[in-house]
């Protein structure tokens, strides 16, 4: 065995103590606490803290080009590295959007400069020129960029015609759909649950119906041209349901949810507060308690933030003119963990869909403390309690209905590909 | 009895026992309206800005007339008028008007929870005149206070509420209060104009007018935004004026002597019929004469409040 060049000594990896080996910026080995060899490198003890592979997401809003004052990529990718992420995918919909080569180089440009060792960007391509829904955005050029994967995501296309042309054509290039599942013609894009809630407070608001009959089509379409979709931020029972039938069926489909779904309600709006105002709105707890058990089976494959910043002088106007978006990078982690330490998720699944998932349906690096992987992880204090205040964020933006409250668990220490990055 | 309110936001912040202070109050309020000199200096050297973001007419040339009938210094400002139609925010606007110290702030806004994002934000009281689909607590007071005039005992009351429920702020406050005061609430409104989840509100509710009035005490009329049709939620409206328009016919199904409300401004033949309008049993007028007796007493409550 070649020598490591980091060893992590003592640290807790699903409730064994090991030692950590690292050679080369990869994983050499794991073994027994006090098991690994003298000769390394440098060595970090854990001190029993948890070992943790580096989690991805699939699904942020970074704001850069054109709504900087949101985000930029330089203070997302940080709240990223202090939330324990390593791979991110940026959406398209920034100004102008990502539906030409320049933008996507310039994304990674930007990202390697602020962040050389990451946490690693890897873009999400227009689907369709400046997401308008009416042309086909050119994906090969896309691809050949840098880009992961191709999205309309905050414009749902339309014209199931050109949904169904897109999907194809991303299959040339081996990249798979995300679509942001939202029927437009049934009810605007409110941010509110259609319900008793909406009803009382006499606010805008949508049915889940919207969701699912998007996600119906998606899986139907998906089926027919056997081709794969990624359903993004999945919130309701109604389009779990839809997506566990597709699977029995052998569609190729995969589906992502959110920390806000699992843990958050409608109830959240009760007093018009704007930072709970999202895009699908929080659901009901029927809803919640099925997009949970969804997640845990595996129905739903994966979490990702839908990291979306809003300053605070946008999100402090009248409800209705506010815009839609939660803030997620920071506090993903902790509150996700939240659900592992209560028995509500599994270690396992909360891995898995933090971490295998997403990489392998977008094929991007993963850490499974295999000999080879890349040495992306964690030290994470399960334990440690904190507060979320806008000065505990790292995100420009601070529009979480979280603020105020208490979390668990927090990243210590953030190491990818072997380098200390937090 | 004190009072403990700064705002006045939703009817669901009173109990039973204030909304029936605020009617004594309103009755007080309303032998002063009838007198030949309609002034007192209750609220001398208060002030008291109506802010009307919204167009109104008739809410705020009540709160302008019950404030100088009592005294205090109104200032006007609508939309048109004030830095919102310059792009300034709500809070700002706000903010810039706490800057001037006044006692209160009237607002009428087109948006849900508007009243409550400025009360959360200001020292003085605010009165909410109407906050989107919300609420319209004055309105339904004065509703009830006009009820309350005829009746005075709620107990045994069916109130029916007709038409555009789905819009409506006057609708959700009133189905709050009504059901405060131990009166029974009947919703008629095509489906298209019902809340969802209406099912699950404490009232029933009807698609036929023919079924919907049968033995009430009262019908509250609303007044049907023309825009609906529009919206696609009607298909004309000559089909819902032959379906939802309160005539003659539908009071003989009430009960005898059943009273008919409306909040103004009507659309006659539309969602009302004329003779209906102007028949004794109406009590229309009665609700623009309760208004101001109803919002004296509740700028008297709130300017002179004694904080705990």
């Given at each position: 065995m070649s020598s490591p060049d980091l060893i992590v000594k003592n640290a807790r990896l699903r409730g064994e103590s090991v030692d950590l080996l690292v050679k080369d910026g990869k994983v050499l080995e794991v073994v027994p606490a006090g098991k690994a060899p003298k000769d390394a490198g440098e060595t970090v003890d854990a001190g029993g803290l948890s070992l943790l592979p580096s989690l991805t997401d699939v699904h942020t809003h970074l704001r850069e080009p054109g709504y900087e004052w949101k985000e930029d990529i330089a203070?997302?990718?940080?709240?990223?590295?202090?939330?324990g992420f390593g791979n991110i995918m940026c959406m398209a919909n920034t100004d102008p959007v990502n539906d030409k080569a320049g933008v996507t180089e310039m994304l990674l440009d930007k990202a390697a400069t602020a962040w050389p060792d990451g946490p690693r960007l890897f873009p999400v391509g227009a689907l369709t020129v400046d997401l308008k829904g009416e042309a086909l955005a050119p994906m090969g050029e896309l691809a050949d960029a840098g880009c992961a994967a191709f999205s309309n995501d905050g414009v749902p296309v339309k014209s199931s015609a050109l949904f169904r042309r897109a999907m194809e054509y991303a299959s040339d290039f081996g990249k798979v759909v995300i679509d942001h599942c939202e029927d437009p013609y049934l009810g605007v894009a409110a941010g509110a649950n259609e319900g008793e809630i909406s009803g009382r407070l006499g606010i805008p608001a949508q049915p889940d119906a919207a969701e699912a009959i998007q996600v119906a089509r998606d899986i139907l379409l998906a089926e027919y041209l056997g081709l794969p979709i990624h359903l993004a931020h999945i919130s309701c029972k109604k389009s779990v349901e839809l997506i566990a039938w597709a699977k029995q069926r052998g569609v190729d489909v995969t589906a992502e949810t959110c920390p806000h779904y699992l843990t958050l309600t409608e109830n959240e709006l009760a007093d018009y507060d704007t930072n709970a105002k999202v895009n699908p709105p929080l659901r009901t707890e029927a809803d919640r308690r099925a997009v949970l058990e969804?997640?845990?089976?595996?129905?739903?494959?994966?979490?990702?933030?839908?990291?979306?910043?809003?300053?605070?002088?946008?999100?402090?106007?009248e409800f209705d003119f506010a815009p839609c978006g939660i803030t997620g990078l920071d506090t993903a982690l902790s509150v996700?963990?939240?659900?592992?330490?209560?028995?509500?998720?599994?270690?396992?699944?909360?891995?898995?869909?933090?971490?295998?998932?997403?990489?392998?349906?977008?094929?991007?690096?993963?850490?499974?403390?295999?000999?080879?992987?890349?040495?992306?992880?964690?030290?994470?204090?399960?334990?440690?309690?904190?507060?979320?205040t806008p000065e505990s964020l790292r995100s420009k933006s601070k529009n979480t209905p979280l603020l105020g409250r208490p979390l668990r668990g927090r990243v210590v220490r953030h190491f990818l590909a072997g380098k200390n990055i937090v | 009895m004190q009072w403990r309110h700064k705002d006045l936001l939703d009817i669901s912040q009173l109990s039973r026992d204030e909304v029936?202070?605020?009617?004594?109050?309103?009755?007080?309020?309303?032998?002063?309206?009838?007198?030949?000199?309609?002034?007192?200096?209750?609220?001398?050297?208060k002030s008291v800005v109506l802010f009307f973001a919204e167009p109104s007419t008739r809410t705020k040339t009540s709160f302008d007339m019950a404030g100088k009938r009592l005294s205090a210094d109104t200032f006007s400002l609508s939309k048109s008028m004030s830095s919102l139609q310059k792009g300034e925010t709500l809070k700002d606007t706000a903010l810039t008007l706490q800057a001037m110290n006044p006692d209160a702030i009237v607002l009428r806004h087109s948006v849900s929870g508007a009243a409550k994002f400025l009360a959360d934000r200001l020292h003085c009281g605010v009165l909410n005149a109407g906050d989107g689909r919300h609420a319209h607590p004055t309105q339904a007071l004065l509703d009830g206070y006009t009820l309350w005039e005829q009746w005075k005992d709620f107990a045994?009351?069916?109130?029916?509420?007709?038409?555009?429920?789905?819009?409506?702020?006057?609708?959700?406050?009133?189905?709050?209060?009504?059901?405060?005061?131990?009166?029974?609430?009947?919703?008629?409104?095509?489906?298209?104009?019902?809340?969802?989840?209406?099912?699950?509100?404490?009232?029933?509710?009807?698609?036929?007018?023919?079924?919907?009035?049968?033995?009430?005490?009262?019908?509250?009329?609303?007044?049907?935004?023309?825009?609906?049709?529009?919206?696609?939620?009607?298909?004309?409206?000559?089909?819902?004026?032959?379906?939802?328009?309160?005539?003659?016919?539908?009071?003989?199904?009430?009960?005898?002597?059943?009273?008919?409300?409306?909040?103004?401004?009507?659309?006659?033949?539309?969602?009302?019929?004329?003779?209906?309008?102007?028949?004794?049993?109406?009590?229309?007028?009665?609700?623009?004469?309760?208004?101001?007796?109803?919002?004296m007493a509740l700028l008297f409550l709130i300017l002179t409040r004694k904080e705990a």
């Open positions: 203070t997302g990718l940080a709240a990223a590295a202090f939330g969804a997640l845990e089976s595996g129905v739903i494959d994966m979490l990702a933030t839908d990291h979306a910043p809003h300053a605070a002088h946008e999100k402090e106007v996700t963990w939240g659900l592992v330490s209560k028995g509500a998720l599994s270690e396992d699944a909360f891995v898995r869909a933090w971490t295998t998932a997403p990489c392998e349906r977008f094929g991007l690096p993963v850490n499974r403390f295999q000999p080879g992987d890349p040495a992306d992880f964690l030290l994470f204090d399960p334990v440690e309690e904190w507060t979320v | 029936l202070h605020v009617f004594e109050t309103a009755q007080y309020f309303r032998e002063i309206n009838e007198r030949p000199v309609k002034k007192v200096p209750t609220l001398k050297g045994g009351k069916t109130v029916l509420i007709l038409g555009d429920i789905a819009h409506s702020r006057v609708a959700r406050s009133n189905l709050i209060m009504l059901n405060m005061l131990g009166v029974k609430v009947r919703f008629c409104a095509p489906r298209t104009l019902l809340p969802p989840a209406v099912r699950s509100w404490p009232c029933e509710v009807y698609t036929s007018l023919d079924e919907a009035v049968r033995g009430v005490d009262a019908v509250m009329c609303l007044r049907l935004q023309l825009e609906r049709q529009q919206d696609g939620l009607l298909p004309d409206l000559r089909e819902y004026s032959r379906l939802y328009c309160l005539s003659p016919r539908h009071m003989e199904l009430a009960a005898p002597d059943a009273r008919v409300l409306h909040p103004g401004p009507m659309n006659r033949g539309l969602e009302i019929s004329s003779v209906i309008a102007d028949a004794p049993r109406s009590l229309v007028l009665d609700q623009v004469a309760s208004g101001v007796a109803v919002r």
